[in-house]
Structure formats: C-alpha cells, structure tokens
C-alpha cells in the first residue's frame, strides 16, 4: 500500500514513519513517497527515517519528490501536512497580531485567518489535483487550521478527506487517566470545532465517570486542563474545554503573555528548526538523535505562555509524546482493514450539530471503517458553547469566501467577525498588515 506525505520534509514526518514501523500488520504500508517544495527539508529528513528503519525487517520504502503530480498517482492514502509560508509565515503571522494588540496564534484568531487564507488557495489546488490522479485514494488532513482546511478540500473530495488533530485524543486520555480508567475502554462524548470543543462525558460500561471528577476539586485540579482553566471554571462549566480555549476564556490574559515573551511560538520553532536542517547539512551528523533532542524541546514547551499565566506549571512526561500519528495511522488501518474503531475526527456535519449545515466540518466521534468516517449523533450543545461554535464557523466561511473571490473586503469581514478581534478598524489593519508581509496574500483585492 503507498502512503504520500505532503509537507514531507516537515519535522513531525518521523513521527509517522515511527508509528508505520510498529505496524506489522496485514496490509500495511510498503511504501511511503514524501514530497516538498524544499529539497534540502527533504534530504534531512528521509536521512533520519533511514536511521529510524535501519534495525526494521521490511520498514516501508522512502522515496522523495518535489513533483506533486508524481506523488500522487497511485497513493492508497495521501497525509497533507503543507505549512504555506513556513515557519517564517507563523511568526509573521503572530507579530502583526500581537502589534495590534490581539491574538496571533496559529489557528486561533486572527493568527489563524491569516494562515488560513494563505493555505486555504493551496490546499483547494491540491484537492482537485488528488480528484483527478488519485480519485479512490484517502486525504486525511493534518494541515492547520484543520477544520476549516478540511472544509475547503471537501469541497472537491467530498467525505474522502478526513481531518485529524491530537487534541481531543490527548484530553480524553488525560480524563481517563486520572479517573483510573482505560483510555482504550472509555467512550468520550466530545464535540465542537477543531480547537473549539468540550468533553462532556467520559463514559466508561456505559456509566458517566464525569461527575465523579467535578465533585473531587483536588482529582480535577490534578491534571493538565484543570490546572490550565482552574477547577471552579471547570466546574461552573461542567464540560472540560479542549486547551484551545484557554484562548478564549483567558484571552487579556493570554494576549499580555504572548506580547511579554521573548520570542513568539512560531518564531521559536523557525530558529529551533532551523538548526535542525543546518545540522543536517554535515554528513556526519546523528540525524535521529539531533531530531529527537529537538522534538524533545518542542513538546516540553507547548503552550508555556498559557501555563505560566494560568500557574500551571511544567508539563506532565505523559503528555510529552505526541499523538496525532498514532490518530492517522488508526484512521488509516480501520479503512484499509476495515478494522472497525471510533475515532474523534473532522469530519462533514451530516446533520450531527442541528446548529450547522450538513457540509459544515465538526470535531466529533465517528464510526470508521472500510467506508470512511460516520460522525455519530450527539446532544445538542449549551447555548454558550453553540454562540461559540456559530460564530467561529461563520468567520471560517467568510474565510473560504474571500479565497474563492480573492476579496479583500471579505477577508476583512472575516477577522472582524471573529469574537477575539474587537474593531472593524483593526481588522482592517490586520488585513493590510499581513498582505505587506506575506506574498501567499497577493491575491486578495
């Protein structure tokens, strides 16, 4: 079975070729064909898969290709994990934000517009060139903003792409664990948006085990979330928040830190990656161990802006190894195999949230086998949550809006809508902010 990575040359690469080398299974994939604009990105890391495969019997073959339409044709499965404009993009996307005094995070507000008008053109390229050579295939998206890029491609591809995030899976498992749970054994009742969505039962033989932890403050506060949100937050809500909304709840506060930091998220990864690939550029180096050193660095510092306001101190080694690839890899088995399992998915609405349309991309539960992924029926959300889920959904749209109609004043309308901006005045800087940086925004007129 060939497998194709878009974004082949990204860091997180290794991550699923690790997790496709402890796949021994029937039908497994045999081979994997990365691609990327950069060929230098590409050269480090197959040199890292390689040291990865050296001591594996029949570890998938690796191929890398900065031609698009050869990485397509014949893919069972094709991961997009594209990053338009880089890490350089991020941090430019981050620092005009915080410039004008509002969040500039990646996928949350109006960092994450701007990303997502650069990507959204690309990503909808890509789509109609996977319809055209490889229509049977899979897409599952990793590319951010994941909802709203899964939406776009969807668009072309129908319900044969699949967006994943590691967010809900990491919070269920979190949940469960404190309880003294399986994670494996557990059924969560999570719903929302990508980045925007609550659990709201952990049912384990078919008893809600949620309860239990709102009424022990000291179990509650134990863990990552309730030590981010606080335990009276937590329970005044009685749903536990995916960490994105930290975002949200905390957003003064959450703003001032970003601002105050010594470097921004994005702008750390570019100079912390970029060492990677110069290190990578000496023939001698350990290219396993330097990536690894690296990731290890990466993790340990996700969301340290929001820890440190929140008081929440270091994060736990449990939640240090990642997760979205084992996401992908069960995604991808269940459909080839028809290994039947339930996964938390972006997927296409179908009527699942009465609040949104049927093409509308939610993050829920979903049944997936040979067929793909079928979203399963939730409660409708509480009404603070849905004005949440509404608005956000709409700014996606005007988003998707302004990159089919290349307008400006649509790309306006989408930040203004958005709860974390608070002027049409700033929106409208924001917007001439970021066409002056970024070129993948020329198009907007």
């Given amino acids: 079975m060939k497998l194709t990575i878009l974004g082949g040359g990204g860091f997180r690469v290794p991550l699923v070729y690790g997790a496709l080398l402890g796949d021994r299974g029937e039908g497994r994939v045999t081979d994997v064909v990365l691609h990327d604009l950069d060929a230098g990105r590409l050269s480090a890391v197959a040199r890292v898969l390689a040291e990865q495969a050296a001591d594996v019997p029949d570890a998938p073959s690796v191929t890398a290709t900065t031609d698009l339409d050869e990485a397509l044709r014949g893919a069972d499965f094709i991961f997009s994990a594209i990053r338009v404009g880089g890490l350089e993009g991020r941090a430019a996307d981050e620092r005009v934000a915080l410039d004008q005094g509002v969040l500039g995070q990646e996928t949350v507000g109006a960092g994450g517009i701007a990303y997502g008008l650069r990507t959204v053109p690309v990503a909808v390229d890509i789509a109609r060139r996977v319809a055209e050579l490889?229509?049977?295939?899979?897409?599952?998206?990793?590319?951010?903003?994941?909802?709203?890029?899964?939406?776009?491609?969807?668009?072309?591809?129908?319900?044969?792409?699949?967006?994943?995030?590691?967010?809900?899976?990491?919070?269920?498992?979190?949940?469960?664990?404190?309880?003294?749970?399986?994670?494996?054994?557990?059924?969560?009742?999570?719903?929302?948006?990508?980045?925007?969505?609550?659990?709201?039962?952990?049912?384990?033989?078919?008893?809600?085990?949620?309860?239990?932890?709102?009424?022990?403050?000291?179990?509650?506060?134990?863990?990552?979330?309730?030590?981010?949100?606080?335990?009276?937050?937590?329970?005044?809500?009685?749903?536990?928040?995916n960490e994105y909304l930290h975002y949200y709840y905390f957003n003064r506060e959450a703003v001032r830190a970003y601002r105050e930091a010594e470097k921004t998220r994005g702008a750390f990864l570019r100079d912390q990656q970029e060492h990677f690939y110069e290190e990578m550029k000496r023939p001698d180096a350990a290219a396993l161990t330097a990536w690894d050193r690296t990731r290890a660095e990466r993790e340990a510092t996700y969301m340290s802006e929001n820890r440190e306001t929140a008081g929440a101190g270091e994060r736990d080694a449990d939640d240090l190894s990642g997760g979205y690839e084992k996401v992908a890899l069960a995604l991808m088995r269940a459909i080839a195999r028809d290994e039947r399992t339930t996964l938390i998915l972006n997927v296409r609405n179908q009527g699942t949230l009465s609040v949104l349309d049927t093409d509308a991309v939610i993050e829920v539960p979903c049944l997936v086998d040979a067929n793909g992924a079928h979203p399963v029926a939730v409660a409708p959300l509480p009404d603070h949550a849905t004005g949440l889920v509404c608005a956000v959904k709409a700014v996606e749209r005007e988003v998707l809006a302004a990159a089919e109609s290349s307008s400006r004043t649509t790309a306006v309308k989408a930040f203004a809508l958005h709860p974390l901006v608070d002027s049409v005045n700033v929106a409208r800087r924001l917007v001439d902010g970021y066409t002056e940086v970024h070129h993948g925004l020329a198009y907007l007129k």
């Fill in 134 to 241: 490889a229509p049977d295939a899979w897409l599952i998206n990793f590319t951010n903003p994941a909802g709203l890029v899964t939406e776009a491609m969807s668009r072309h591809l129908g319900d044969r792409v699949i967006g994943i995030c590691d967010s809900p899976v990491g919070l269920g498992r979190r949940i469960a664990r404190v309880l003294g749970a399986n994670p494996r054994e557990a059924w969560i009742d999570y719903v929302g948006l990508n980045h925007l969505g609550w659990v709201r039962g952990l049912h384990i033989a078919g008893r809600d085990e949620l309860p239990r932890l709102f009424a022990d403050p000291d179990l509650l506060g134990s863990f990552e979330e309730g030590k981010l949100f606080g335990t009276e937050w937590l329970q005044s809500l009685g749903a536990i928040p």
